[in-house]
């Protein structure tokens, strides 16, 4: 008996050390940042939350679309030379505004969150934003010769969110509304609602001509990633109660990225059914 607990123990063991290994590469490899060059007033850092930097052309403004967090909010902050900075957050979770103090003087621009749940969201890494724009709203400025479109969707991944639309380069940062071969991080107490979330992409898509499309978490896309987030959220919502469908979804976002218990085609579909459930009652 002795015998069998101890290699029950033994194995126990190695499957907390493989998850404790898997987890923490997992880590290191969101937390990685990847720097791409658009152009000489544009730089795109993929990683820890995508983030954008957009300075005008004399060097003196910036503006920064999310600004990560812990170390990769470090590297970030080390290349923004200039002095008059404007920080968008596109929303309110704490890999997209975790390096926001390492600005004390830039104005935060966001959706409207309730003070308690800005809070919550962010980890208090945060102060409150500056600016916020109601659901709907947009607000337009100049970095250099640039036009910048900030767009609140409304409820979606959270309960505001903000795109960025650069109109010279037509270029659109989503923040969290794409995961780009990602499955999405769905949470309720944050406002997650599939729904709505299907709605804004659609408006997104009708609103900007967007060419370039930076997501939350994955690679830079084209015009074709908005419409593949939005197959992604309608595909799975109508295979609800099919089985021969969602055995054919999971064939086909076998590739996206996956953290158990986090984020996968399982956390997805229970979240799609959930929601349907509650609309019902």
């Not at 499957?15 to 791409?36: L, P």
């Not at 060059?37 to 003196?60: C, R």
């Not at 600005?103 to 309730?114: F, L, N, Q, T």
């Not at 479109?149 to 659109?172: C, M, P, Q, S």
Request: glycine content about 8%.
């Amino acid at each position: 008996m002795k015998k069998v607990l101890l290699i029950v123990g033994l194995i126990i063991l190695v499957v907390i050390t493989a998850g404790g290994i898997y987890f923490w590469k997992s880590y290191q490899d969101f937390m990685k940042v990847e720097t791409i060059s658009y152009d000489p007033q544009l730089t795109i850092y993929l990683g820890g939350g995508n983030s954008i930097v957009l300075t005008s052309e004399d060097g003196a403004s910036a503006l920064i679309v999310d600004t990560k967090m812990k170390g990769a909010a470090q590297i970030l902050k080390n290349q923004v030379k200039a002095k008059d900075i404007t920080i968008v957050n596109t929303h309110d979770h704490f890999d997209h505004v975790g390096g926001n103090a390492l600005y004390p003087r830039a104005k935060i621009i966001a959706g409207e969150y309730r003070k308690e749940q800005w809070d919550e969201d962010s980890g208090k890494t945060s102060r409150y934003p500056d600016v916020t724009l109601k659901s709907g709203e947009e607000k337009m400025m100049k970095i250099g010769s640039e036009t910048v479109h900030i767009f609140n969707t409304g409820r979606a991944h959270t309960w505001n969110d903000v795109v960025v639309y650069l109109e010279n380069r037509k270029l659109l940062v989503t923040g969290d509304l794409i995961f780009n071969h990602w499955h999405p991080a769905l949470l309720a107490k944050s406002g997650t609602q599939v729904s709505s979330w299907i709605n804004a992409l659609a408006t997104l898509a009708n609103k900007y001509e967007a060419k370039t499309i930076i997501p939350g978490h994955g690679p830079v896309g084209d015009q074709r990633t908005l419409a593949e987030m939005k197959n992604y959220f309608v595909s799975i919502s109508d295979s609800i109660g099919n089985e021969e469908k969602q055995t054919a979804l999971k064939e086909k976002y076998a590739s996206y990225i996956t953290v158990p218990g986090m984020f996968s085609f399982n956390n997805t579909l229970k979240f799609i059914e959930q929601e349907k459930i509650n609309k019902k009652d």
